[in-house]
Every structure is written in C-alpha cells, then in structure tokens.
C-alpha cells in the first residue's frame, strides 16, 4: 500500500475509508477483496477496520465520525470522556453535525443537529471533538449547578481551559442554564480572595433570612482565616467556591482548621455553590436548625422569592 494511505490508517486507529483508499492508489476490487478475505472488516457502509479484533470504545467513536463524514464532532458524554472530564463515555456515541444536515440513523449513536456545530468543535483536537468549554456547558445545560461546578473544577484543575476561554464561550449561549450565576462560578473557582460564593452567602442566605451576622473573614490559629464565625454560639461557617478544585494540601489544611476550631468548642458547617445558589433558602433553613442547637433563640424568615422554603415551611 501507499505509505500515505499506510499513515493515514495508523492515524485513524486502523481505521480506513472507501473514499480514502480509492484516493490513494486501491482499486475498488482491491478494497473487496481485501474485505472478502477478512484482512479488513466493515464497521460502517464505506469504513473498515484494518486490525480486526480491535474493538475499543475510541475506535467505535472514530469509526462513527468517517462514517458520518464532516463536519461533523464528538459531543457531550463523549467529548467530556476524551478530554478527560469524565471516567467513561456513557452508553452511546454523541456526534453532532450542522443544522442542515441529517446523516440517518445509526445504531448506538446518537445525532444532533446544531447551527453552533462547527463553531464550537475544536481546531486540532482528534478526533474530533467540541471544545473543552462548549463540552462543560453543553452537559451542564438543564442539570443542577453542582453539574457545572464539577466539570469546571475539573477541566481547571487538567489545565484545559481559562477562565477567559470559558467566559467567551458563555458569552454565545444566552440560553445556558443558570447562565449569570455561572460566570460567578467561572471566577471562583479560577481564582479570588474573597469570592462570589462567599458575597452570595452574606447576601442570599444570611442577611435575606434573618440569620445572625457573623464575623468575616476572621483571623484564626496559624495566620489564616474563616469566612463566618457566629460567636455567641460557637458557630463557624465556610463557604468553600473552589472546594470542587481543592488538591490534597487544600482538604489537609481545611481539616487542620476545623480540628482547630473544634478544640475551642467551634463547630464548622460548609457550604458550596449550589447551597448559596439554587438552595439558598435550605441551607438557611439548615442553619436555622444548627445554630438553634447551639443556643441561638431566633429564626428564619422567608426572603422576597415566592417559593423560598422557609415560607413553605
């Protein structure tokens, strides 16, 4: 064979087209025979596998796209597997293409059509696949906010993705769930000393239901910090925007604080994203119910939302 066609398949998998072999020198009875002796086997109508045997996850996929044709992409479970944002690729292969285009049915795969398909696929990345930020957003479209925070987490925590490119990539999906909280989520996790995770805490949960007000950003043993400490009732309250991010040394020196905080007589309660978004009012409620068995004789009251959860209660 044509070493380029011989490069071509050891780029693909092992994988190689009709169309590619034709270009390269194979005659069309060459490619059947090739087929009919079983050094090459069908997997899709067009596309052969050279190795027969191999029958990994990322041949299946590659195999999807040539038989798809361009463009066309990896998506959502998929791309997050290949990019490592995920530990599997889920039980389908996700591939979208262009709006305008519609390539039939596929078993185990499934289709999605998309104006954005295109601008939102990765340059260079093989196979080819939507961007590490359109992946995020795209998977953490109709899901809680915890969904977003995780993969955020992870992509930053890879050094796959900027907070910059992640905010651009918002800026084109007015439709994105929880859209003007995630920007939030994009600098917090990404960096900030006193970060949005924490205001939304002051202002959403504690101030808007009637809690007590705590110290900020109070010194502590060792030159650091807690986020919110209630004196009276020995109770400390941490707010913790990047946790999801938080390496080894981070987790050691949360725990070396609380222990520290307990030797006083201190409990300390952390919070995350989604409890001073989404589920701002339950956390105030849980709080509530802490800081009531620590002596504090108050309580909650409902804030301006109409299905806040104190109200309900």
């Not at 995780?150 to 992640?166: H, P, S, W």
């Amino acid at each position: 064979m044509d070493r380029r066609l011989t490069a071509r398949i050891d780029g693909q998998l092992g994988l190689v087209t009709r169309t590619q072999a034709l270009a390269f020198g194979l005659s069309d009875k060459a490619v059947r025979w090739k087929v009919d002796s079983g050094r090459w086997v069908r997997v899709h109508p067009g596309v052969y596998l050279t190795v027969p045997g191999r029958d990994d996850w990322q041949v299946r996929a590659l195999a999807v796209l040539l038989h798809i044709g361009t463009p066309s992409a990896l998506c959502r479970a998929s791309a997050a597997y290949l990019w490592r944002l995920a530990p599997a690729p889920g039980p389908t292969v996700e591939v979208v293409v262009g709006a305008s285009r519609n390539p039939g049915p596929v078993r185990g795969v499934v289709v999605r059509r998309s104006k954005h398909a295109i601008d939102r696929t990765h340059e260079t990345a093989w196979p080819h696949r939507t961007t590490v930020e359109h992946t995020i957003f795209d998977l953490a479209h109709g899901e809680p906010l915890d969904v977003a925070v995780g993969l955020i987490a992870r992509a930053d925590q890879l050094g796959l993705t900027t907070a910059r490119n992640l905010r651009q990539a918002l800026d084109h999906r007015p439709t994105q769930t929880s859209r003007s909280l995630l920007y939030d989520v994009i600098g917090d996790v990404q960096g900030g000393a006193e970060s949005s995770a924490e205001r939304r805490y002051i202002r959403d949960v504690e101030i808007a239901h009637a809690l007590p007000r705590g110290r900020r950003q109070a010194a502590a043993r060792g030159g650091t910090r807690r986020d919110n400490v209630y004196d009276e009732i020995k109770v400390i309250v941490e707010i913790d925007g990047r946790r999801a991010h938080a390496g080894w040394r981070a987790q050691q020196r949360d725990g070396r604080r609380d222990r520290q905080a307990a030797a006083d007589s201190y409990l300390t309660v952390r919070g995350f994203w989604p409890d001073v978004a989404g589920g701002r009012c339950g956390f105030a409620l849980e709080l509530e119910t802490i800081f009531r068995s620590r002596g504090w004789k108050g309580h909650v009251h409902p804030c301006r939302r109409s299905d806040c959860a104190v109200r309900r209660g």
